[in-house]
Each structure stands twice: as C-alpha cells, then as structure tokens.
C-alpha cells in the first residue's frame, strides 16, 4: 500500500503543475488517493481527499454527475467505516438519489415475477 500512495502522491503532482488542482484527471486522483488513504487506515487524511475532490468535482461537473457522486459514496463509505452513522446516512441519500435520477431506479424485482 505504501507504494501505491506513492505513485498516486507522484501522478497528483505531476497533474497538478500539468493541468492545475481543479482538473477533472487531477480531481479523479485526489479522489483515488483518498481510496488508497481509507484502505491505509488513514482517515482524516482520506476525509481531506474526498473533501477536496468532491468540492472540485461539484463545480466542474455539478451535484448530480456519476463522478462527483462516485465521490459522495466514498464519503459514505469512509463515514460508515469510522462509526459516523450519521454523517454516513447524509451521504448514501444523496448518491443513491442523484444516480437513480441519472439512470432511473433499479430493477423491481417483484414486478410480476
């Protein structure tokens, strides 16, 4: 694990001096460190990826893009996996709301079979 958030720490810099901090190829791996941090254990420091990719990604693509919502279940997940049930229950909704409203609910299993 440690050389996987060394290469994605490595890939964030060279983004961010290519293509600058809110980029959307920057803002995805702000968001995959974040993935590497929470399997680390690193909490805060996975909390403070999420944040940051999540802020970037709202305004570059806007509340309900898959992207940005990728990144508000992590947030979920993270919220969940620390005890914060609370915080977790904000963010489940949230996704789970924007991408039925992208691609429309789930399949009714009970419809008529």
Not at 44 to 50: D, K, L
Not at 69 to 81: E, F, H, P, Q, S
Not at 87 to 110: F, H, N, S, T
């Amino acid at each position: 694990m440690a050389e996987a958030e060394a290469m994605y720490r490595r890939a964030l810099e060279g983004k961010e001096k290519a293509w600058g901090p809110e980029h959307t190829s920057t803002l995805d791996t702000v968001n995959n460190l974040g993935n590497v941090y929470a399997d680390q254990g690193k909490m805060a420091e996975a909390e403070a990826m999420y944040r940051r990719a999540l802020e970037g990604k709202e305004k570059a693509w806007g509340l309900e893009h898959t992207s940005t919502l990728d990144t508000v279940n992590n947030l979920g997940n993270l919220y969940a996996n620390q005890g914060k049930m609370a915080e977790a229950e904000a963010m489940y909704p949230r996704a789970l709301e924007g991408y039925e409203a992208g691609v429309g609910p789930g399949p009714d299993v009970d419809a008529g079979h």
